[in-house]
């Protein structure tokens, strides 16, 4: 049976972030994932998610300055050492929360960077992984379907990670990027589960609910991941079409609706 993570980055957008480890919990799901916590102390995130009784299972790296494009530095030549440093931001979230999967971003590379991109990025993945060892931290890396990222492809994913051979380094799978970019969503699975650690869904065109207005049939696919055995966590990062609650419908079998208190209220 697949376990949610609903993305409270995208999710529950209509209250204070802090405020919707409980709203997610109470509309059934059993874990949380979000893209940046670091406007939040550690301490409160993890007091937010323990009194909510839902799991922090991944957040990402910092990512260097949104606001001037930046979106990682695993493989951008000459920032390692805002990689490293980017790393040290990590760990009172770690201690607080219990979350033990990370995602680090490769960042966005120029052409002419690009032949020494992948040295940088193996030996910033392997960097990290050795840091993090210690807390038995899982590094993620997502293949993005964004101009200039480093990685977009999953086969190129799967190439990092088999080149690097490290069982702490993991694929993290969005569905949505990959049939946006490539396809082959059952072939990838059944050929790469073994790499897999973290899946996303939304659904295609449009990045919205995970139901059938759209090309992906949700039922088959996480009928599929069942079938081998995937016991990952299924991160529901999507923009609701209106509000969160109205459109969980998708999730009913699995016991993901409307909490009894009705759905959110919009922030005054």
Request: aromatic letters at 10%.
């Amino acid at each position: 049976m697949p376990r949610f993570a609903a993305n409270l980055s995208m999710l529950f957008t209509d209250v204070p972030f802090l405020d919707r480890f409980a709203l997610a919990a109470s509309c059934g799901f059993k874990g949380v994932e979000c893209t940046f916590p670091y406007e939040h102390p550690a301490e409160k995130v993890g007091d937010k998610a323990a009194m909510a009784g839902v799991p922090l299972v991944l957040f990402n790296a910092p990512p260097g300055d949104l606001a001037a494009g930046e979106r990682g530095f695993a493989a951008v030549p000459g920032r390692e050492g805002d990689f490293r440093r980017s790393l040290d931001a990590i760990y009172p979230y770690l201690e607080f929360t219990g979350c033990k999967q990370v995602h680090v971003l490769a960042g966005r590379v120029h052409e002419d960077e690009i032949p020494k991109a992948m040295d940088t990025y193996l030996k910033n993945l392997a960097y990290a992984a050795d840091q993090f060892a210690d807390e038995d931290v899982t590094i993620l890396i997502e293949p993005i379907n964004m101009e200039d990222y480093f990685l977009t492809l999953p086969c190129d994913a799967v190439a990092v990670l088999r080149e690097l051979d490290l069982p702490s380094v993991r694929l993290q799978y969005d569905i949505f990027h990959a049939q946006s970019r490539e396809g082959g969503i059952t072939d990838f699975i059944e050929a790469n589960l073994d790499l897999i650690a973290h899946i996303q869904v939304a659904q295609v065109p449009g990045r919205h609910e995970p139901d059938r207005l759209g090309e992906l049939n949700w039922r088959y696919l996480f009928d599929l991941l069942d079938a081998h055995g995937y016991n990952g966590w299924i991160g529901a990062e999507y923009e609701p079409r209106t509000q969160t609650i109205p459109g969980l419908g998708w999730g009913k079998e699995w016991g993901i609706g409307q909490p009894a208190s009705g759905p959110e209220k919009p922030r005054k």
